[in-house]
């Protein structure tokens, strides 16, 4: 979902968060449920995850056209992908983005995730977000709807799904589940809640007074 989004009015210091489309509804969330003020939102599109070559060059032109309107820019993207192209243009803008290598590291934490990895390194990742939108963005990003034989292809080497849930959602629980099983591996949930994200838009300053959202319990 490209475009931009006004969270509150301006107040004082404003903050521009370029964002990968497919954390609106958590960067929303996190801006009211903290009361953050003067921090707006624009998205990228979220299909950027499956070529995550163009997301340098996009996040550079949207800073460069932020020019002097904002007082901080900053990037709500891991590297996604970019192979360190994103830091490259982070360094060069003067620019901080979202930490780690990626969501499910950003959500977890540095330190649980390489826990959850070398735990069993056979482990095929969602978020709420891909748990919305399974269907299309694996299944059908892949072609086993209309290929199903390459299904031991593409999960053969895997062992179980992990849901790092966002939110304490039953249904999206129960899709979760139904996707672990479409896939054949074995299904764990781990609620994170919004993790560095949270930390990382509050940490902004747009409101001193607020508390980060806490994970779920």
């Known amino acids: 979902m490209p475009g931009r989004i006004h969270t509150m009015p301006a107040t004082g210091r404003q903050v521009l968060v370029i964002a990968c489309g497919a954390l609106v509804r958590e960067l929303l969330e996190v801006v009211r449920a903290n009361g953050l003020h003067g921090i707006d939102i624009e998205c990228l599109p979220a299909s950027y995850h499956n070529t ?12 460069r056209a ?57 482990t095929f990742y969602l978020t709420d977000y891909l748990v919305r939108h399974f269907d299309r963005l694996v299944i059908g990003f ?15 080497n895997y ?20 996707a672990a099983d479409r896939l054949g591996l074995r299904f764990e ?3 994170t809640g919004y993790g560095e994200l949270a930390t ?17 319990a």
Not at 142 to 156: C, V
Not at 166 to 171: L, R, W
């Open 200 to 216: 990382s838009i509050v940490s902004l300053g747009a409101a001193p007074a607020a508390t980060p959202l806490q994970p779920i």
């Open 66 to 122: 932020a020019g002097d309107r904002y007082d901080e820019v900053f990037v709500g993207y891991a590297d996604c992908g970019t192979g360190g192209r994103l830091d490259a243009v982070c360094r060069e803008l003067g620019v901080e983005r979202l930490p780690g290598a990626h969501c499910y590291q950003f959500f977890t934490g540095a330190t649980a995730f390489t826990e959850l990895q070398d735990a069993e390194i056979g």
């Open 52 to 63: 995550p070559d163009l997301i340098p060059d996009a996040v550079a032109a949207r800073v």
């Open 142 to 156: 892949l072609g086993l709807d209309r290929h199903p034989e390459l299904h031991n292809d593409y999960f053969g």
């Open 159 to 178: 062992t179980r799904l992990v849901y790092l849930s966002q939110v304490d959602d039953p249904e999206l629980v129960t899709a979760a589940e139904a």
């Open 189 to 191: 949930l781990r609620r």
